[in-house]
């Protein structure tokens, strides 16, 4: 394969970037671009060159497969191709469309000049990976575009179109096609007015008060990085461009450069950039698995779920229809919807004529009979398996053969949902996480009989309406819900000792994560987790709660929807204020236990939390409901506000030492009041820390594993575990007071 196809056109040299699809700039691309300059300089018939990639791109940046291998940097390293570029004797022009990031952009900066297609994307994306630019595009964009923009544009990683960026100097014509052409045309016409070479290093930053600009940028990058590093660091290496001669700007920004790599922050972001690729990857699903056609869908229910996941698909230019049983229902919804699309386009997101194309193609209805011939239907109805037995009856009834019958279940057994069906193999789970519209997690559920093909086709799906998909295996919540209840748990039980809610909290978003466990709980709606709960009261008595959550919602505290949760809520704002009701529902149920409150510090928070959903994730693992500890974590990163320069649950805890984490559950075993037995570490923790391995290297230690018929029900199995680890409950009601004791006995649950 020729990694750079070289020709002639007269007196320019086009060569052409040939690493498809994106052009990302390989050990063998940077070898075959200096080989292909060199050709060119040595051929007198040749006065000047045209460097192109393809539509798609004209590089994306460095080659992911190369990242910390030696390829990475061996010679010619993207600094020494750079130089080869911009210190050529002969006019290099870039012409560019399609992607231009990164690494390639730092090429086409190298370049003396640049001609681009109107649509193509510009970008510097490594603060996105907790780095900056290291192959002096801190240096040379300044001094193209100026400092402000600059700065905003590498401190952040935003994309942009070239077109935004007219009237700088980066590029010297903007075409809107026939790009070859153009950039050749261009080429000879500098050859032919012998205009001077343009080299950017050579160019100064010309700025007032540029100092004053930087300590603002500085304190604006640190202000919203939210524990990141890097784009502050950015502000810092552009500002080497305003103050030092060039080769100590590069010098500068290279010290930068290799100061980030080793940040936790970046290893954090690095980690989870190639776990979103990992996820896509099925083991047992070839890439090359023939994929069903999704030229139309149904959403069956019209409630804030089923909404959101329709715009998805309207979002994506594919037709769908919005299903619901009752007139105002279905009202209610497609006017939610619009409602939703209008907000955007006040803020700019989205243009009147985009609002109504959207719409046009999502088609209310009252009738299964107009969904029959539609590639993929999804319920979004209530939790409940009798409903689903119902709505699934119908599809099963109504679809034409070779349909995706797919349930937006959060916690029911798909493998059941299936059996309602005479067609299990089209069956499978596609959870979409509140609000729909937004969040970029799709867990997908395959069931003990979905087809390959259906897993293919879905996964792709979830690329085309801008999803992150993960597949799980079925179980009782599958990934994330199954990790969150154990989190939710550690939270409640902490309140009976002496946190609050707020504290609780504000810890844990000090941690990074986006929102608490009790202002996430009043978001989502505490009546779901209570509905969940009383399913689990009768499934596993024997599984401990705190009473607390329940007595919240049978005040009807459903959190903001009602006005009052965890929080009280103001007409119209979101703001969550701490409520004296609930702290005397906290202090009531202390005193009914008999449990005198203690000062709960910071690191026991997070601790507790964070390793309730590590112990959790390694059972997952254990039994193979999850394919990879970094689907765990893209998981909690995409759908539940882990903070993403953390990398996720298993990440964390691998940075933390598996010793250290296992040490830290002994000691929360030995608290009686926050389930004992759920805090024996996982055996597969166990198994990884004796080999002295990390849960990253989980795939090459097996711990005792459950026996054939346990494994039918791992929730189930591990529930009646927990029973017998826990100690005897009787004698633990033996120690608290006598009246108290008696008044538990007297209003006893099943929860507890």
């Known amino acids: 394969m020729s ?18 699809p994106l052009n990302a700039l390989s050990h063998e691309l940077r070898t075959a671009i200096a080989a292909a300059v060199d050709k060119a300089v040595a051929d007198e018939a040749v006065k000047a060159i045209v460097l192109i990639g393809n539509d798609r791109a004209f590089s994306s940046g460095a080659d992911i497969r190369e990242f910390e291998t030696p390829k990475a940097l061996a010679e010619p390293n993207l600094d020494s191709l750079n130089s080869v570029v911009e210190g050529c004797p002969k006019p290099v022009v870039a ?17 003396h000049f640049r001609v681009t297609l109107g649509d193509a994307k510009i970008a510097f994306p490594e603060v996105k990976l907790g780095l900056v630019p290291g192959a002096g595009g801190t240096q040379r964009f300044p001094r193209l575009v100026g400092l402000e923009l600059a700065a905003n544009l590498i401190a952040s990683g935003n994309t942009v179109p070239a077109k935004m960026l007219k009237g700088t100097r980066l590029f010297d014509e903007i075409v809107t096609d026939d790009l070859l052409p153009a950039a050749i045309a261009f080429a000879k016409r500098v050859v032919k007015d012998k205009q001077p070479i343009v080299r950017v290093r050579d160019l100064t930053v010309d700025y007032p008060q540029a100092d004053a600009y930087l300590h603002f940028a500085r304190t604006g990058a640190a202000s919203v990085s939210k524990g990141m590093p890097a784009p502050a660091r950015c502000v810092d290496a552009v500002a080497a461009a305003v103050n030092l001669p060039f080769d100590q700007g590069l010098a500068a920004e290279r010290t930068i450069f290799r100061e980030l790599m080793i940040t936790p922050e970046s290893k954090a972001l690095r980690y989870s950039f190639f776990a979103q690729r990992a996820a896509r990857k099925i083991p047992d699903v070839p890439e090359s698995t023939l994929q069903r056609p999704v030229k139309s869908v149904a959403v069956l229910g019209a409630g804030t779920m089923g909404g959101g996941i329709a715009m998805n698909f309207a979002n994506a230019g594919i037709p769908v229809y919005l299903l619901e049983l009752k007139a105002d229902a279905l009202e209610r919804g497609i006017a939610t919807i619009r409602k939703n699309y209008e907000s955007s386009a006040k803020k700019g997101r989205l243009s009147t004529a985009q609002v109504e194309e959207r719409m046009g193609l999502i088609k209310p209805t009252l009738e299964y009979k107009d969904i029959a011939s539609v590639d993929l239907a999804i319920e979004a109805v209530f939790e409940d398996i009798e409903v689903k037995r119902q709505v699934f009856s119908r599809l099963d009834a109504t679809l034409k053969r070779g349909a995706i019958l797919a349930t937006n279940t959060s916690t029911l057994d798909v493998n059941q949902i299936a059996k309602f069906t005479k067609r299990p193999k089209d069956v499978v789970g596609m959870h979409f996480f509140s609000p729909a519209n937004v969040m970029k997690l799709l867990e997908i559920v395959r069931g003990k009989l979905t087809a390959k093909d259906v897993l293919a086709t879905v996964m792709a799906t979830a690329k085309k309406i801008g999803k992150t998909g993960v597949v799980s295996g079925v179980c009782d919540g599958f990934i994330g819900n199954r990790m969150i209840e154990q989190y939710s748990r550690q939270a409640m039980f902490m309140l009976e000792e002496g946190a609050s809610p707020q504290q609780v909290d504000r810890v844990i978003e000090k941690f990074g994560f986006a929102m608490g466990p009790f202002r996430m709980s009043d978001l989502a709606g505490n009546d779901i987790g209570w509905h969940i709960r009383k399913r689990r009261y009768v499934e596993q008595p024997q599984l401990k709660y705190s009473s607390i959550a329940d007595k919240i919602c049978e005040l009807g505290r459903f959190g903001q929807k009602t006005g009052s949760g965890w929080y009280r809520y103001e007409p119209g704002r979101r703001d969550a204020l701490p409520d004296v009701e609930v702290e005397e529902i906290i202090a009531a149920e202390r005193r009914e ?12 928070i997070v601790d507790r939390l964070v390793y309730a959903l590590v112990n959790e994730g390694a059972q997952i693992l254990a039994e193979r409901i999850a394919q990879r500890p970094s689907d765990i974590d893209i998981v909690y990163l995409t759908g539940y506000g882990f903070p993403v320069y953390k990398g996720g649950p298993m990440f964390h ?16 075993a030995a608290n009686p009041h926050g389930d004992p037995g759920f805090w024996q570490p996982a055996p597969l923790l166990l198994a990884l820390q004796e080999h002295g391995k990390k849960i990253a290297d989980a795939h090459t230690v097996r711990a005792k594993r459950a026996t054939p018929a346990n494994r039918k029900s791992p929730r189930r199995t591990r529930a009646v575990a927990r029973k017998t680890e826990r100690p005897n409950t009787k004698r633990l009601k033996k120690t608290r007071p006598a009246k108290a004791a008696s008044k538990r006995r007297s209003t006893k649950r099943t929860r507890r």
Request: net charge positive; with cysteine.
């Open 95 to 111: 012409a560019i469309a399609g992607a231009c990031m990164g690494g390639g952009l730092e090429l086409a900066l190298s370049c």
């Open 3 to 20: 990694f750079a196809r070289y020709r002639r056109d007269g007196v320019v040299a086009v060569v052409e970037l040939n690493h498809p």
């Open 653 to 668: 805890a691998d940075q933390v030492g598996l010793f250290n984490v296992v040490r830290r559950m002994r000691e929360f």
């Open 593 to 604: 236990l008999g449990i005198k409150p203690r000062k709960i510090s910071e690191a026991e």
